[in-house]
């Protein structure tokens, strides 16, 4: 069977975040996920994955000033001292959650700066964020966002980020298949899926184009889901879909599916 974690960054936004642990528990999830946690105290948190018997299954590392237009610092130059505080920070909280996925999003391309010091960068960033994380038995995860939501992002095809992880070969590095950005990207979901799983740590799912529950919009999340199913894909599913209306009132979608 399938497991879901919601996405408490996206889904739950009628409750303070410290509360969404709790409503989401009481929906039935067992896992959750969000970006960025940092704001809160590591160990309060903690007590409500506990009390709701929650499992956390992701999170992001802080992603630099995102109020002024950061989205990740692993391909930045000049950027490295605060790449490495944001790796440490993040896995000082994820030793005390017990998440075992830490997704270090990429950042942005600087047209000042080649594409080749760029990913130069990266592969450097992401071989010192995969051994840190070795030792602690978490996988680092990167992910292609499309040019839509994040015109400058510095990957936005599967192959690219693909391509990255198989080339430094570190088995904790893998690939976040988000759904929703492939199909405004490129399209092919299940050809994807069937060529890269061996690959991929975690996926993540919503409608198109409105980013909603993934029960609407062009693509057929029916098929794709019995398509994981066959693949016999032992990973979460993260829910990163912002809900159309209220979150427990759009949750049919996942109760259908559990029935079948």
């Not at 690959?199 to 693509?219: F, T």
């Not at 979150?247 to 029935?259: E, F, H, S």
Request: aromatic letters at 10%; glycine letters at 6%.
């Amino acid at each position: 069977m399938l497991k879901f974690a919601a996405n408490l960054t996206m889904m739950y936004g009628e409750y303070n975040f410290l509360d969404r642990f709790s409503a989401s528990a009481k929906d039935g999830f067992t896992g959750i996920e969000y970006m960025f946690p940092y704001d809160f105290n590591v160990n309060h948190i903690k007590d409500r994955l506990v009390d709701n018997n929650l499992t956390q299954v992701l999170i992001n590392a802080p992603a630099g000033d995102w109020e002024k237009g950061d989205r990740g610092l692993a391909c930045l130059p000049n950027r490295q001292e605060d790449f490495y505080s944001s790796l440490m920070k993040a896995l000082e909280y994820s030793q005390v959650l017990g998440n075992k996925l830490l997704h270090i999003m990429i950042g942005n391309r600087n047209p000042e700066v080649s594409y080749a010091r760029q990913l130069a960068v990266l592969k450097n960033n992401l071989s010192l964020a995969a051994e840190k994380a070795r030792s602690l038995d978490i996988t680092i995860v990167i992910e292609a966002i499309n040019r839509r939501d994040m015109p400058m992002f510095f990957m936005n095809k599967q192959d690219e980020t693909q391509s990255i992880c198989l080339e430094l070969g570190y088995p904790n590095l893998k690939v976040l298949f988000d759904i929703y950005h492939c199909q405004v990207s490129e399209g092919d979901i299940s050809k994807k899926l069937e060529n890269d799983l061996p690959h991929i740590g975690h996926i993540q799912v919503a409608s198109v184009p409105n980013r909603n529950e993934p029960d609407s919009g062009e693509l057929n999340y029916s098929y794709i889901f019995s398509k994981l199913t066959s693949l016999n894909y032992q990973g979460w599913i993260g829910c990163e879909y912002r809900p159309a209306k209220g979150t427990t009132d759009g949750l049919g979608w996942i109760k259908n599916l559990n029935m079948n």
